[in-house]
Structures are given as structure tokens and as C-alpha cells.
């Protein structure tokens, strides 16, 4: 694991900053209609216009600024030319690199009216990342991370994926530790002060496996089921964990966030 | 951007131990009479009779035992009384 100090931990705010902000740009172009093309185009204008540098594009080969995995894709599928409908979710993953250091963030949106049940596997989700970025306290362990998600997920019913995880990230990316979705309290390596880390639950409606498709990336559901995805990039500081993606600016601790809940686009 | 779960790191496959190897005493003898379960009296060269059944490996390989049949026998040093036939002359 790679710790960070603290000067290393203001650039990386400064990259998160850059990637929320073209985040941003592309929930204010999230309609029914819109292409995920489209918002590929927005997202990347929007980091290069702020001296970052998309992070996806040609990493293993990726194509794309923006991981957009729409309905049952759970996370990295390309931006295509199909248009959103009314009804779908649609997971928007975006990464910026700035001054060497990468940022990390990914919230799902629905688009038009969805199903009760759909907005509760959203806010399920988002509030699982919230839950999993409090425990993320200096001198806990990663199982308590991992545990915090699994709880909120599991106890709402829904099921945790299991073939993708988060990961450390700085100068890399993907650094370690990777940082399962699932786990028990009290195990894995203690958390200290200048690791950051990509929290990122990912969240399916029902149990069921992840397959890959043929393009060697876009990740769905073996059953189908609608998949949620929500990540932030948290450095664990000795006066808790800081949420370097999130938008609400200084002075926000993760429990203030879990609290407030956290707005759905769209 | 979420990264692909390393598998759990299997171990490599150990060669599986040869049925040969440890705590066997090699001998040979002579198949006197066929018993249920697949299992025969052996006259061992060495004189005392014992109960051998086939070896696993000669089951995969259709080797058929019968009476009279000169075969290699493993006994086991924990009990002296059982065997396993490994080979068929």
C-alpha cells in the first residue's frame, strides 16, 4: 500500500475537483434521448478544458472517457451511439488524470421515471459507499470497510458483486489494496493515514453471477438484473476519512454526507 | 474505474502423490483365489497369505486379475495383513 503526505493528498483533491466538475457537466446533459456517446464527448471536453487528462481512455486498451453501463451492464461499457430511454439506469464511471495523480468517482442516475424499486436500488447503493467511506478510519481495518457495504447491501435485500472490487489509487489508477465489496470486520490490513482508496460498491437487484462480454470489457448481469454503481476516491487522514470526489465543499466528513444523503441526478 | 477481483490465488496443483511412494513394502506373489469387492487372497513369495484388492491406477486400466496370476503386491507396514496390487507379470 502506498501512502500518501499531505501535499500529494492536495493534488490529488485538485484532480477529484477537475472529475466531479466534468461529472457534473455531464448530469446537467443526462436527458431521455441522449447517447452515452454524447455525454463521452462532454465528459472529456470538460476535463481537458480544466488541464486534466481522461484516465480510462487507452488504459488496458479502454476506449472511452466515461465507463457508461446502462440497466444490467455493471460497470465499464462503452459509450455508444443508443440513445437513453425513459426508464433506463445508467451508471456514469469517470477518471482524471491531473498532475500525476489519478481521481476516481461514479454515481448511477435514472433517466425519465424508473420503478420504485429501481430508485431503491439506488439510494441502496449510495447509501452503502457512504456507509463503507465512514468506516474507513484511520487504524480500522479494510474488512470494515467491506463489511459496512455488505451490511447496508445485504440487509436491503440486494446482492453484492463479487467479481469486481475497488482499489487504491494515486499515482496508479489501480494500486493496492483491492477493496471488496464483501468481507468480515476486523480482518484484512490495518487503514493508515495517507492511504487512498477508490470505494466503489456495486450492486445487483438480485443474485446473479457477472459475465464479461465479447468486447473483453463491458461487465452485466448473468440474470439480467439492473446493476447500481457508486464510487468516490476517500483518503483515510487522521481526522477521518476525506472524500476527495465529493462536491460538497471543505469541511465535509463522510458521516455529514450519509446524513444529508446525497442528491440522484436526473 | 473498478478493477477485476484477483482470483483467489490457487495453489499450484500438487502432483498427486504416486500410490507407490511411502510406509509400502514391495513384494510378490501369487493370486490364489478371487473374494468379493474386488479383493484377493495372495500367496505372497515370502510365504503368509494376504487379502490385496487392486491398486487404483491398475482400475483405470481395465487390468484384470485371476487366479494364478503373478502380481506385485504393496502392503502396508501399518498392517501386514492387506495389500494392493500394483502390477500383473
Known amino acids: 500500500m502506498i501512502l500518501k ?60 472517457t466515461l465507463c457508461t453501463s446502462v ?110 465489496n464483501f468481507g468480515r470486520a476486523g480482518t484484512g490490513p490495518v487503514l493508515r493515514p495517507g492511504l487512498v482508496l477508490a470505494i466503489e460498491p456495486m450492486v445487483a437487484q438480485s443474485r446473479s453471477r457477472v459475465l464479461i462480454a465479447d468486447d473483453g470489457w463491458t461487465a452485466y448481469t448473468e440474470n439480467r438484473s439492473l446493476a447500481a454503481h457508486f464510487e468516490h476516491t476517500v483518503a483515510i487522514t487522521e481526522d477521518g476519512p476525506w472524500v476527495l470526489t465529493e462536491r460538497r465543499a471543505a469541511g465535509n466528513s463522510a458521516k455529514a454526507a450519509a446524513e444529508t444523503g446525497g442528491v440522484h441526478g436526473a | 474505474m473498478a478493477r477485476r477481483r484477483s482470483g483467489p490465488a490457487r495453489p499450484p496443483r500438487e502432483n498427486r502423490q504416486e500410490e507407490t511412494t511411502q510406509d509400502t513394502i514391495r513384494t510378490e506373489g501369487v493370486v490364489l483365489e478371487a473374494r468379493p469387492n474386488t479383493t484377493f487372497l495372495v500367496q505372497l513369495d515370502a510365504g503368509p497369505e494376504i487379502l490385496a484388492h487392486v491398486g487404483g491406477k491398475m482400475r483405470r486400466h481395465y487390468i484384470r486379475i485371476l487366479p494364478g496370476d503373478r502380481v506385485v503386491v504393496e502392503i502396508s507396514t501399518y498392517d501386514p495383513e492387506k495389500g494392493r496390487i500394483v502390477y500383473r507379470k
Open chain 1, 5 to 64: 503526505r499531505r501535499a500529494e493528498l492536495e493534488v490529488m483533491a485538485e484532480a477529484c475537483a477537475i472529475n466531479s466538475a466534468a461529472l457534473e457537466a455531464v448530469e446537467a446533459a443526462l436527458r431521455v434521448g441522449v447517447s452515452t456517446a454524447e455525454l463521452d464527448k462532454v465528459a472529456e471536453d470538460a476535463i481537458l478544458a480544466r488541464g486534466g487528462k481522461p484516465a480510462y481512455k487507452g488504459y488496458n486498451g479502454f476506449p472511452a
Open chain 1, 71 to 180: 440497466n444490467e451492464v455493471v460497470v465499464h461499457g462503452f459509450p455508444s451511439d443508443e440513445p437513453l430511454k425513459d426508464g433506463d439506469i445508467v451508471s456514469i464511471d469517470i477518471g482524471t488524470f491531473y498532475r500525476g495523480y489519478a481521481a476516481d468517482m461514479a454515481r448511477t442516475y435514472a433517466i425519465g421515471t424508473v420503478p420504485v424499486e429501481t430508485r431503491r436500488l439506488l439510494e441502496v447503493t449510495e447509501r452503502s459507499l457512504y456507509a463503507g467511506i465512514a468506516a474507513a478510519q484511520a487504524g480500522a481495518r479494510l474488512g470494515d470497510v467491506s463489511a459496512a457495504i455488505q451490511d447496508v447491501v445485504e440487509g436491503a435485500g440486494f446482492w453484492v458483486v463479487r467479481e469486481f472490487v475497488g482499489h487504491g489509487i494515486g499515482r496508479d489508477l489501480h494500486e493496492p489494496p483491492e477493496v471488496p
